[in-house]
């Protein structure tokens, strides 16, 4: 399914009608610090993970 120009122009209206145009920056700029979070979150993780198997602690038991 592709949205086209007039459905992408008739979503941002009513968001406009639902959010004013006061809020909009405040849910841009939330929505900016989400998405930021998520992917410094996801390479934690990866470090975490790395960290982990290097110390003995990936699950795997030493004989």
């Known amino acids: ?6 459905e992408l122009l008739v979503i941002l209206a009513i968001v406009v009608l639902l959010f004013g145009g006061t809020k909009l920056p405040q849910l841009g ?3 900016g610090r989400a998405v930021k979070g998520l992917k410094s979150g996801l390479k934690g993780g990866d470090e975490i993970v790395a960290g982990d198997e290097k110390k003995g602690l990936g699950g795997e038991k030493k004989a």
């Open 29 to 31: 700029q939330a929505l």
């Open 1 to 6: 399914m592709h949205l086209g120009f007039y």
